[in-house]
């Protein structure tokens, strides 16, 4: 099983970034998906789930209408489109996948958002 995200970097205030989840090894398209973040110090934070088919979608409160969660069950791919963001979005991203209490991680991409 694997989970590679990719996508993050450094970008100023305002800014856009794309991140991007690859999954092999398990059918994605059975699992949910969710992305999380953590800044140095804090706990790991939902930021967006997204269910199975891509149908269902629900966000942390502090990334609401700023971010948007996306799946392509054909590439077995799931995306976060990270638009406005602010200094408080720097962290370490990670990709989750979940179903029937089995939980798959990977590595994180950092996002740094400065000026």
């Known amino acids: 099983v694997q989970l590679v995200e990719s996508g993050g970097g450094l970008v100023q205030p305002g800014g856009s970034l794309r991140l991007s989840c690859a999954a092999s090894?398990?059918?994605?398209?059975?699992?949910?998906m969710s992305w999380y973040s953590q800044a140095p110090g804090k706990e790991r934070e939902l930021v967006a789930t997204?269910?199975?088919?891509?149908?269902?979608?629900d966000y942390g409160d502090f990334v609401k209408g700023r971010f948007t969660i996306s799946r392509d069950n054909g590439k077995n791919t799931m995306y976060l489109q990270m638009n406005s963001l602010k200094p408080e979005d720097t962290a370490v991203y990670y990709c989750?996948?979940?179903?029937?209490?089995?939980?798959?991680w990977g590595q994180g991409t950092q996002v740094t958002v400065s000026s």
């Open positions: 997204i269910s199975r088919l891509g149908s269902g979608t």
């Open positions: 090894g398990f059918t994605f398209s059975s699992y949910s």
């Open positions: 989750n996948a979940y179903s029937r209490g089995i939980n798959y």
